[in-house]
């Protein structure tokens, strides 16, 4: 892949795209994680004397101006972790913006506006592309949550400027691909969260790949159906019970949780108890995975060399079920080995385990680590590996 770093960016105008979709209250940026991810790319260009501007999507204003999801509060918050000035520009395409880049100085950052206030940007549209390129030498793009969406600012761009990977693209992309293709052995992955539909091209795709793959999560109720266990008002996906016990049939590798914890409904905290996975009583759902099943992921997990983790072992949003997730992240979090957090849900629930800090690599893309890991190809990062036509 093609990096910054094989690049000569001195005085050049240089386009960055990044992932500054961030939580926004009152005006405020409440969590500066993603904008904070794309600091040493930025420092970086700006060390070598790159002109640039940034863009990023915010939210979903479905290609109209909407004054909620501008861009001001993320200016502000930049400027605090850049400790520069930064100029928030009101579009991010037109005259203006290709003049304020012209007359800007080395050293000088601009943010432009949410790309989605234009419906270019999410149809791709090849007009809106070379619009937003016009003007600038150089395309970056360092918004990794955004590469498995073709979309113009992250592969139309590409097609009328000379392309390179950010800092942080660069190092999911070869974490991503390590555990792909050269993982450290043994590799396990825990795979967690509510449906089987939701992961079943990712736990297909790792199953070629992983020599132990542990399920929790309210997708691990459809695999006990497929063994013939009674799993009450659980949620499970009647229709998926098949094609989990060819899984079963075919990967044995696959193990599943021995108890769990229940509850007559999410809201009866007061009546959660432990039970064998085979003794759920019928009036009860899995809320989430028991002590003994966490003791026994975290004896097998002890040998790992590499671990992924995705996907919640219960409905960790309450306290009554959280024990189950936390205790696997304490597990993962002591290892030695390679360890790789990636998803939505997965990375707040980490965050508020506080063990954070232990895991080797948290991948930040959400939708697109998870593409990656079903071996999809990403339209943002394909066109930064290919020549360029
Ligand atoms: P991620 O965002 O990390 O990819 P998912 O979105 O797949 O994770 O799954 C997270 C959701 O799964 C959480 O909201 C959690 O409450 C839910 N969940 C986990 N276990 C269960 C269960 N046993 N029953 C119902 N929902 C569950
Ligand atoms: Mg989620």
Known sequence: ????????????????????????????????????????????????????????????????????????????????????????????????????????????????????FHPGEEKNDPAFAAELARGFDLFVNDAFGAAHRAHASTEGVTHYLPSYAGFLLEKEVSVLSELLNAPRRPFAAIIGGAKVSDKIEVITNLLQRVDLMLLGGGMANTFLMAKGIDVGRSLAEPDKVGLAREILARHSQVVLPVDCVVAPSLDADKEARVVAAHQVPPEFMILDIGPETVKMFADRLRRAGTVFWNGPMGVFEKDAFAMGTYGVAQAVAGLEARTVVGGGDSIAALQQSGLSDRIWHISTGGGASLEFLEGKVLPGIARLEDEQS
């Not at 940026?29 to 640039?52: C, F, K, M, Q």
């Not at 109209?64 to 200016?75: E, F, G, I, L, W």
């Open 1 to 116: 892949m093609r990096t910054v770093r094989n690049c000569d960016v001195t005085n050049k105008k240089v386009l960055v795209r990044v992932d500054f979709n961030v939580p926004i209250e009152g005006g405020t940026v409440t969590d500066n994680t993603r904008i904070r991810a794309s600091v040493p790319t930025l420092e970086y260009l700006l060390e070598r004397g790159a002109r640039l501007a940034c863009i990023s999507h915010l939210g979903r204003p479905k290609g109209k101006v909407v004054d909620a999801y501008r861009m001001d509060p993320v200016a502000l918050e930049l400027s605090r972790l850049l400790n520069r000035k930064v100029v928030k520009l009101d579009d991010c395409v037109g005259d203006a913006v290709k003049e304020a880049v012209t007359f800007a100085g080395p050293g000088t950052v601009l943010l432009l506006e949410n790309v989605r």
